[in-house]
């Protein structure tokens, strides 16, 4: 069984904090591993993809990867309440198939 | 560079009917897939085509079907509408597949009532 599993929150965090979002995973030989934002009433947008081990930085963003753990995750450093959204995780399991977890809904506190 | 273009954006339909939903790649992008979701399910894979070939599928019931063109161009079809088929339908767009991050069109709202 192919899984993708998120803490669906709400998480909620001041702003100028960091958010911290995490996900597990399923299937231990993934490669490929996505974070992607999504704002009420709008469709997905892709905010970082990761596929080695360690951490991966892109602006205030920074996603951590461990396979033997099945754990990734993305930090946003000094939150701001337009990045108040649902936070996707999504795996690229063998097959190439392609799961999203239920994602993470994120509340900044101005 | 336009995006991924969805037609139409909303849509009201009868139980028992069917549905034709339509996606637009981005240019160059020979990957579409589709997703349903819902508040309850989340996203939900249905099927990836490439090159005018179905080369994915969900655990979806044959009701749903799709397929791809020579432009890249794809529809979806569900037939025998159910009101569970209430959902926003997703078309993403990758040059050659899900490896290359998808680039997601806003989506078509299907209700069934």
């Known amino acids: 069984q192919k899984e993708v599993e998120q803490n669906s929150g709400p998480l909620s965090v001041p702003e100028g904090a960091i958010a911290s979002l995490n996900c597990t995973y399923s299937?231990?030989?993934?490669?490929?591993f996505f974070w992607y934002r999504q704002y009420s009433g709008k469709s997905p947008e892709l905010i970082m993809s990761i596929y080695s081990n360690g951490d991966k930085e892109d602006g205030r963003f920074t996603a951590q990867l461990n396979k033997a753990s099945q754990y990734v995750s993305l930090l946003i450093r000094d939150s701001q309440p337009s990045d108040s959204a649902t936070y996707l995780c999504?795996?690229?399991?063998?097959?190439?198939?392609?799961?999203f977890g239920t994602g993470t809904s994120l509340t900044v506190i101005p | 560079k336009a995006g991924v273009t969805q037609t139409p954006r909303y849509l009201i339909k009868t139980r028992g009917q069917q549905v034709t939903l339509s996606c637009s790649p981005i240019s160059g992008h020979r990957s579409v897939s589709w997703y349903q979701q819902t508040p309850g399910q989340g996203l939900q894979f249905l099927f990836e085509y490439f090159s005018e070939t179905q080369r994915n599928k969900g655990n979806f019931p044959g009701r749903f079907s799709g397929r791809q063109f020579s432009n890249s161009r794809s529809e979806m079809n569900v037939s025998t509408l159910e009101l569970g088929d209430s959902a926003l339908y997703l078309c993403?767009?990758?040059?050659?597949?899900?490896?290359?991050?998808?680039?997601f069109g806003s989506g078509t709202r299907l209700t069934v009532v």
């Open positions: 993403a767009s990758s040059f050659e597949g899900a490896y290359n991050g998808y680039t």
């Open positions: 299937d231990r030989v993934s490669q490929s």
């Open positions: 999504a795996v690229l399991f063998t097959g190439n198939q392609f799961y």
